[in-house]
């Protein structure tokens, strides 16, 4: 090897070994700044057993909240914030005894402050419009990503509001559904053929 082919080598030697250094000093940055960042106080409402521990041991692994409290319903939730002052509500909707819609509204009586995540299975209009138009600052599907859910999270801790996109998406799905039904149920001069072509343009522009 001459000697320009060993300095070129040397060079890219420690050109690879600056990267990997810059790589894990970064890693390392990012890791002490989360542990340093105060951890926001999470309750967790939602009746599902299973879940709610799921979501505990996720929460806690990845270091994003510190659990001060759970509830199944929200006649449980409503008990601990008599003796707990959380930072972040994560709510479910569909619980027995007193739903998240009903617990939320009480408890944002209660403490007008309060920020409350929605975390649900469902993502209808009806659901998603009531929860904001009673302050809720957030609202994700349990289907998310979990850079999604530390995403909102931490946009919530900052006073932002938090609220999934796909909804859009879904209500022009639905809606373009609903006409295709109403013309396949209108009586009307459309040839089966026409009909057919109907139904595979409406089935490829949802996949």
């Known amino acids: 090897m001459t000697g ?3 300095y070129k080598s040397l060079e890219s030697k420690k050109d ?3 990267h990997c250094f810059k790589n894990v000093f970064y890693n390392y940055n990012y890791q002490i700044k989360r542990l340093i960042m105060k951890k926001p106080t999470i309750i967790i409402v939602d009746d599902n057993q299973t879940f709610r521990q799921s979501l505990i041991l996720l929460i806690t692994i990845e270091n994003i909240a510190s659990v001060i409290g759970k509830a199944s319903n929200g006649i ?16 479910d909707i569909d619980m027995p005894e007193m739903n998240g819609i009903e617990a939320s509204q009480k408890a944002l009586e209660l403490m007008p402050d309060l920020k409350i995540i929605v975390f649900s299975m469902y993502g209808n209009e009806e659901y998603y419009s009531k929860m904001r138009e ?4 957030g609202y994700i599907l349990k289907s998310c990503h979990i850079d999604e859910f530390e995403k909102a999270i931490r946009d919530v801790m900052k006073g932002k509001n ?30 089966i053929t026409e009909i057919k072509l109907i ?9």
Do not use: H, W
């Open 162 to 191: 938090y609220f999934f996109t796909d909804l859009k998406i879904k209500n022009i799905e639905d809606n373009e559904l609903k006409v295709v039904d109403r013309i396949l149920s209108e009586d009307s001069d459309l040839t």
């Open 134 to 137: 009673l302050g809720v600052k």
């Open 76 to 91: 449980e939730f409503l008990g601990l914030l008599a003796d707990n002052k959380p930072d972040l509500v994560l709510m």
């Open 4 to 6: 320009d082919n060993i």
């Open 16 to 18: 690879t070994n600056n």
């Open 199 to 207: 139904q595979n343009i409406y089935s490829n522009s949802s996949n």
